[in-house]
């Protein structure tokens, strides 16, 4: 896992997230300058020192500098980025996911920054059971959309997926909030909705259906897996009690939604023969 984790850190400081998310160049600096406010021209000239440092352990005693004598600085965004771009070039895995935390605090949505916490927390925390759940997470949005289905349910799985990117956000971020009480409570309606069509279910469903029921089918027992690992998290970290419940509801929504797949496909479902050995 360490040297998986390394591999990806090279990659993403050569040619992955990208010199547009980590090193902001002097004109974009300058840019954003118009818009918010340097303190002096001691701040720009340790900011044009910083983008020019070519040793990282370099630039970070330039950072700290920058940082203790402009703590209230309009660039606290910038200065961050370049913290967890040296950090990384030097191996200081920690510090890359304490920067990336506090960067978070600052843009919510910061890819980069949730990047490098998903791929180095399992280096800097391996016992964390964190990338199991996040990886479960991952694992149930693939695919989804692979196969026809109506454009309601396309619609609503869309939504899914993006939420399911948010929530392995949140469980590998401590601290950090992604799914609200609001987005669970959608996915109560929506089960609600398609339920209230489906006659009354009298015996199990086997996995099958037509190929937008299956994979619907699939995603449930992952969302499952997913559940499971989550509480496991919970027990050694605070996990936020609408991440579980999201989970859970995800996983029943699934289920209904892989009924009327089946039947809007033409195939029907697929019921269990329980009297076959008789």
Sequence with gaps: MHRICKTLTGIMLVAGVGAMALLPARPAYAQAAAQKKVK????????????????????????????????????????????????????????????SKELLGL??????????????????????????????????????LAAEMPDDVRDLLTRVQHQLFDLGGE??????????????????ARLDHYNDGLPPLKDFILPGGGEAAARCHVARTVVRRAERDTVALSRQDAVRAQAIRYLNRLSDLLFVL?????????????????DRRK
Excluded: M
């Design 40 to 99: 002096d021209q001691v701040e720009w000239d340790l900011f044009d020192k910083v983008t020019k440092a070519s040793d990282p352990n370099e630039k970070i005693k330039l950072l700290n500098t920058w940082k203790e004598k402009y703590p209230g600085t309009d660039f606290k965004e910038e200065r961050l980025q370049h913290f967890i771009q040296a950090y990384a070039q030097i191996g200081k895995f920690a510090e890359v996911i304490d920067s």
């Design 171 to 188: 469980l590998c971020i401590p601290g950090h909030a992604a799914i609200s009480d609001a987005d669970v409570e959608a996915l109560e």
């Design 107 to 144: 843009d919510p949505k910061n890819v980069t920054a949730l990047y490098w916490i998903a791929f180095l927390t399992p280096v800097v925390h391996p016992t964390n059971p964190s990338p199991e759940a996040l990886g479960d997470a991952e694992k149930a949005a693939n695919g989804l």
């Design 258 to 274: 892989a009924r009327v797949l089946a039947r809007a496909g033409g195939h029907g479902e697929v019921l269990w023969n329980h």
